[in-house]
């Protein structure tokens, strides 16, 4: 597994961002991926993550009805589209993969972050 993330930048209050997180292993329709973000001076967190068949997603509460997490398994691709961002939503964002959904909180593969912006 080997991610790489992308898409991150600057954008207004209300706008909107979309992250991809392509792996360029052979596997990664077989693994659980998540997003995870870093805000200055506070510890990495949750934000959402999306079964191998995209079956089932899961956000924290924070960013429900805002941001949504997809995935491509044809393209080796997992998204993060996140609307009506909020200054608090500036962070590095890393996506992360395991071969269990129930161990996306401590997973065992991360990308590199992507840094999203919003300035208010």
């Known amino acids: 597994v080997q991610l790489q993330a992308s898409g991150g930048g600057l954008v207004q209050a209300g706008g909107a961002l979309r992250l991809s997180c392509v792996d360029s292993?052979?596997?990664?329709?077989?693994?659980?991926m998540g997003w995870f973000r870093q805000a200055p001076g506070k510890e990495r967190e949750f934000v959402a993550a999306?079964?191998?068949?995209?079956?089932?997603?899961y956000c924290t509460d924070s960013v429900k009805g805002r941001f949504s997490i997809s995935r491509s398994n044809a393209q080796n691709t997992v998204y993060l589209q996140m609307n009506s961002l909020k200054p608090e939503d500036t962070a590095i964002y890393y996506c992360?993969?395991?071969?269990?959904?129930?161990?996306?909180?401590?997973?065992?593969?991360w990308g590199q972050g992507t840094q999203v912006t919003v300035s208010s």
């Open positions: 992360a993969a395991d071969k269990s959904i129930a161990r996306i909180y401590t997973p065992d593969y």
């Open positions: 999306i079964t191998w068949s995209g079956l089932s997603t």
């Open positions: 292993g052979r596997r990664f329709s077989t693994y659980a």
